[in-house]
Each structure stands twice: as structure tokens, then as C-alpha cells.
């Protein structure tokens, strides 16, 4: 039995021990994972794995050569010839050492890069089938810290720290068995001592593995914080935050430091006490060795095979701590990585999903739907609500913060599913159907244009891969963009920079109704795609709109009724309800929420609003 590394604390229940013990095995067995991925490239393998063997072997002939010329060359009346020949046969080892070295370091590295990339390729495709609630309990920057710091933790671990595992592996049971050729007495000291180094490295390892991972945990931080600040860098001058967020950035720095200190600290005592007992070990040894040679036991050539043998040995023992500190950095990150590819899409297609009738009309029903978002689960942000959009028609929703318009467009695309009733396009209820193939009849135009870091085809295209130049010039003559796009200094293979950085906010949302022009899609949803532009551009964003709405059902959340007025119906929403439907002018006739809302942007004399009213707004 071994010692308890906390004496004095209670011994937890066997379920408990179970409990603890879980985390420890699933860290020890994350690296699994990169196994299967080593195991995609046999060949490879084979070749790093000869090469790696081949420098083990003769790290080994080494000492094997040196026994050699001290008994053979150094004799009295020794033949030169012999001696020529022992130092050729040394100077090949060393020159099949270093070719297979090299071969070794290329091709490890070669597997880390590879392995790597796949890792990304494979967690990215994962994470791209998720649904955005997951993105809303796990924050991307944290995300994107995984997908970069510990990737290249596993690089290091599949590139260098194997390999070097493997090798000194290699070189600490072949020089043992060569040490037991030489000295059998001497070495079975040595093989005792081994044990004594074996058990701290497991009690180390313990609480290595533990720090390990919350060292991740705070490097991710860093990225995370990182990222946000300048994401936002603009406000932070603004609002002179420069020293409240580098009290931020360094309280968590300080924390990340605490937590790699701890790591470092564990690591040099495991490092210090597993070579003093190596070395420690090898000195009593030879000790017994030095008595050996004086009594004529075994020779000085023997003995100087076993003094360079235990070295190597004793070297490779030594760095195998080290690279177990690597290998459970290595675990820690791999268990993070693990976590993102084991999280499973709450929106999933069915076993057998129905198909959408062909052609598409466009028709949209929410029928008695009440919706709960899992942040939120007490308070419904749709309560048994029924809606119906014909084929063609255009439906304008407004409503006060809150009250569920955004809903509609998340259940729309079904980014969720309803706790009760059902939603449908064209007659199939959205959780028959395929998510792929509903997305495929929407067309989304943003509040803000989203637009990607590429150039102005790429995110025009990103509506129809196969779109030529002539559907994406014809579209954008139809956005009202065709004009700025052609005064670009490379047109369409213009890059736009991060997030559109490159183009004022009515060119970026221009180009996002350009982009939904090209999906050719039957419904059209527009969340209030003009409530941050000027009047210049809200007059070129809605001229091009109106030719988008054409002979598509569309959805449009509205917060300027200028925009709406020409629906052919206006759904006033609140409290997740349908509280008034009608016309513009059948509903500015009423004395409810709308009219009050419309006297208050069309009449600048009306009265405000009573303290008790609303605010309409985009969100909800």
C-alpha cells in the first residue's frame, strides 16, 4: 500500500474514491485520442519508429566501442590495425547515429504537424454541427484558446515528447540488459534502486496532472481576455477603461503565473529527487565497481562500458521525468479538446428526415408554439403562439424589448426547438425535416452585416458557393453595391478585412442583402437590417430590399415603421403574444401599442409615451 500524500484527512468512501479516481483516469487515458489520430499514418510511424530504434541501438554500441579500444587499444603490444578498426567502428556508429536521428526528428515532427491538423480539422467540424446555445453557455474565445495553445501543446507532445519517451525507454531496458552482460553484481544493484525512483514519479504525477490542467485552464483565460479587450478596444478608450482592464489582464496573468509556478515547482522537486537517487545509486555502484577493478574482478575496459552505459541509463531515466510532466500537459490538453468533440448538437437531423415538397412556396406556420430558452427556463419567451405566413406575403413584427421577435427568426432557422406545438415550412414540421435543408429555403439579413475576413466575392458567395461573376454582379445591382464594389481597389477580389473593417456600415449591409439575393431562397427574414444606418444609406439599403422582398415570403423585425408600412400585415407582439394584427392604417386607427408608437415617430408634436409604455426595440 502507499502512503496517503495528505495524512491527517479523512479517508473518503469507496463511491467517493470512485468519484476522485474518475477525473485521474480520464486525463491518464485522454492521450487516446492522439494515439487514433498517430494511427492514420502506419507508414510514417514505421519509418519514425526504425529510425527511433536505430538511435537507440547505437546510443547503446557506444560504450560497447569504448570497451573495446580501452581493453584492445590500450594494452601493451596492442596491433595498430586493431586499433584502427575499433575507432572506424565507433566513428560508423556515430555517423549511423546522426543520419538516423535526423530521419527520426523528421519524421516525428512531420506526425506532430499532421496530427495536429487533423485534431483542428476534426474539432472545428465538430463544433460547426453545434447548436448556438451551446456557443451561448461556452464562450468561443475560450474555444479558440483550445484550438490554438493546447494543439500546440500536443504538438510538442507527439513531435518531440514520444519520441524521446520511446527512445530513452529503448536506451534504459537495452543498457540495463547490456549492464547485466558486463557486471551482473553491479547491475542488480542498480535494478533495485529502480523501484525507489518509480514511486515518487507516480506520487509526483498525481498532482502534476491536476495542475497541469488548471494551467490550461488559465492560459485559455489569457486568450480569452485578450481577445475581448481588443475586440472592443474601441469602447474601452472611450470610456477611459485602459487601467481598469490591464488591472484585469494582470490579475489573471498573476493567477496563470501562480498556477505555472506551482506546475514548475512540482516538476524541478520531482526532477531533483528522481536524479539524486539515479546518480545517487550509480555512485555507490561504481564504488563497487572501483573495489572490482582494483581486485581484479572485472577489467578497466568493463568498467569504463558500465560507467558510460549507466550514464545513458541513468540519462534516460532521468529524462523520462521530465517528459512525464510532458505527457501529462500533453493529457490535460487532450482531455479539453476531448470535451469539445464530446458535447453532442441538441438540434439534430431525424433518422429519417422528411423531405420538403418541391418546388418550395414558402409558407411558414408557428402553430401554438411556447418556447422556454434553456438559460431562461421560467420565463417563456413564446407562450402559445400561432402564426401563419402565405406564400409571397410580407409580415412586419414589432414590439417592445422582450417580447419575442427574435424568437420567431431562431425557431425559424431552428436553432431551437419549441417545448410545445409545432413549427412548418411548406406543411412539414421543422423537426421532420433536415436543419440543412430548412436553412436552405431562408435567407438571412442581419441587423449589422456580418461579413467574414476574406475578400468581397468569397462573402458574397457565401450565400451560393457556385454563384459565377455575372449572378454576383447582377445581384449586386440589385443591392444597390455594384458601385463601391467596381471602385475597389481589386473589385471583387478586394479583401475586406476582419469583419468588413474595410467598408462603412450601409456597404457592409448592402453586401449582405447582395449575399441573401444569391441564396435564391423562398423566405426572406430582415432584422430590422436598417436601424443603424444614416439616412443616405437606409434610403439605397431599403431600395434594395424592396426588390429582395419580390415574390419571397418575408419576415421583417421592424423598430422604424417607415419600414413597414407597406407590409401586407403588421404583427404587434408582446409578453411572447399577439397582442394586435392588421395594416399600418387599420392599426394606427386603433388606440393600442402600435398607434401610440406611430404618433410618436410620425407626429413630432404627439405626447410621449406614458412611463408605463414600452420602448420598441429590435431585440427580443
Known amino acids: 500500500m502507499q502512503a496517503d500524500p495528505e495524512q491527517g484527512k479523512a479517508h473518503p468512501s469507496g463511491a467517493e474514491t470512485m468519484e476522485n479516481e474518475a477525473p485521474r483516469r480520464k486525463s491518464l487515458t485522454a492521450l487516446g485520442m492522439v494515439w487514433r489520430e498517430l494511427f492514420h499514418y502506419p507508414g510514417r510511424m514505421a519509418i519514425a519508429g526504425a529510425a527511433l530504434i536505430t538511435t537507440a541501438t547505437a546510443t547503446l554500441a557506444i560504450p560497447y566501442g569504448f570497451r573495446q579500444i580501452v581493453d584492445q587499444g590500450f594494452a601493451k603490444g596492442a596491433d595498430p590495425s586493431a586499433i584502427r578498426w575499433w575507432f572506424a567502428m565507433l566513428m560508423g556508429t556515430v555517423t549511423v547515429l546522426s543520419i538516423a536521428t535526423a ?38 474565445k475560450e474555444i479558440a484558446s483550445r484550438m490554438t495553445a493546447d494543439t500546440s501543446i500536443i504538438e510538442t507532445v507527439v513531435g ?24 551482473p553484481h553491479l547491475t542488480f544493484g542498480l535494478v533495485i534502486a529502480i523501484p525507489v525512483v518509480i514511486v515518487p514519479i507516480a506520487a509526483f504525477g498525481r ?14 483565460d489569457i486568450g480569452a481576455m485578450t481577445s475581448e479587450v481588443f475586440g472592443a478596444l474601441r469602447v474601452v478608450q472611450a470610456f477611459n477603461q485602459e487601467g481598469h482592464e490591464m488591472n484585469r489582464f494582470t490579475a489573471t496573468v498573476e493567477r496563470t503565473f501562480e498556477t505555472g509556478k506551482r506546475r514548475i515547482i512540482l516538476r524541478a522537486a520531482m526532477t531533483a529527487v528522481i536524479m539524486f537517487l539515479i546518480f545517487g545509486s550509480i555512485t555507490v555502484i561504481l564504488w563497487r565497481g572501483a573495489i572490482s577493478v582494483a581486485e581484479g574482478a572485472i577489467s578497466g575496459g568493463t568498467i569504463a562500458a558500465f ?57 411558414i406556420a408557428f402553430e401554438r408554439v411556447t418556447f422556454r430558452y434553456p438559460a431562461r427556463p421560467d420565463m417563456p419567451a413564446l407562450h402559445d403562439f400561432s402564426l401563419t405566413v402565405e406564400p409571397g406575403e410580407t409580415v412586419a413584427i414589432v414590439g417592445p424589448s422582450g417580447a419575442g421577435k427574435s424568437t420567431l427568426f431562431q425557431l425559424a432557422e431552428r436553432f431551437y426547438d419549441p417545448q410545445s406545438g409545432a413549427i412548418k415550412i411548406d406543411g412539414v414540421p421543422l423537426t421532420s425535416a433536415d436543419p440543412s435543408e430548412v436553412r436552405r429555403r431562408i435567407a438571412l439579413v442581419p441587423q449589422e452585416g456580418v461579413l467574414f475576413a476574406a475578400s468581397a466575392r468569397e462573402n458574397l458567395r457565401y450565400g451560393n458557393a457556385v454563384a459565377d461573376d455575372e449572378a454576383i454582379w447582377e445581384a449586386a445591382r440589385a443591392a444597390n453595391a455594384e458601385q463601391f464594389l467596381r471602385a475597389l481597389p481589386q473589385g471583387l477580389d478586394t479583401f475586406l478585412g476582419e469583419d468588413g473593417a474595410r467598408l462603412s456600415g450601409g456597404q457592409r449591409q448592402r453586401l449582405a442583402i447582395a449575399r441573401a439575393l444569391l441564396r435564391e431562397a423562398p423566405i426572406l427574414l430582415l432584422d430590422e437590417a436598417t436601424s443603424a444606418l444614416d439616412a443616405e444609406s437606409e434610403r439605397l439599403v431599403q431600395d434594395a430590399l424592396d426588390r429582395l422582398m419580390r415574390s419571397r415570403t418575408t419576415l421583417v423585425i421592424a423598430h422604424r415603421l417607415a419600414t413597414v408600412r407597406q407590409a401586407d400585415r403588421i404583427i404587434v407582439m408582446d409578453g411572447g403574444r399577439i397582442v394586435e394584427e392588421g395594416t399600418h392604417e387599420s392599426l394606427t386607427r386603433a388606440s393600442g401599442l402600435y398607434a401610440r408608437l406611430a404618433a410618436l415617430q410620425f407626429d413630432m408634436h404627439a405626447a410621449p409615451l406614458s412611463s408605463g409604455s414600452p420602448a420598441f426595440t429590435t431585440e427580443g
Open 103 to 140: 530521419i527520426r526528428f523528421y519524421s516525428v515532427s512531420w506526425l506532430g504537424e499532421r496530427v495536429v491538423a487533423d485534431i483542428r480539422l476534426r474539432v472545428q467540424r465538430h463544433l460547426v454541427t453545434l447548436s448556438p446555445s451551446f456557443f451561448e453557455e461556452n464562450s468561443p
Open 207 to 220: 498532482r502534476l496532472r491536476a495542475v497541469a490542467r488548471s494551467s490550461q485552464d488559465r492560459v485559455a
Open 160 to 183: 518531440t515528447t514520444v519520441s524521446v519517451a520511446l527512445r530513452n525507454a529503448i536506451m534504459a531496458v537495452g543498457g540495463v540488459i547490456y549492464l547485466f552482460m558486463l557486471a
Open 307 to 363: 560507467v558510460v552505459t549507466a550514464g545513458i541509463v541513468a540519462g534516460a531515466f532521468g529524462s523520462l521525468t521530465e517528459v512525464y510532466g510532458d505527457l501529462v500537459r500533453g493529457a490535460g490538453a487532450a482531455s479539453r479538446l476531448a470535451e469539445l468533440l464530446g458535447e453532442r448538437p441538441s438540434i439534430a437531423p431525424p433518422a429519417r428526415p422528411q423531405a420538403l415538397p418541391e418546388p418550395a412556396r414558402g409558407k
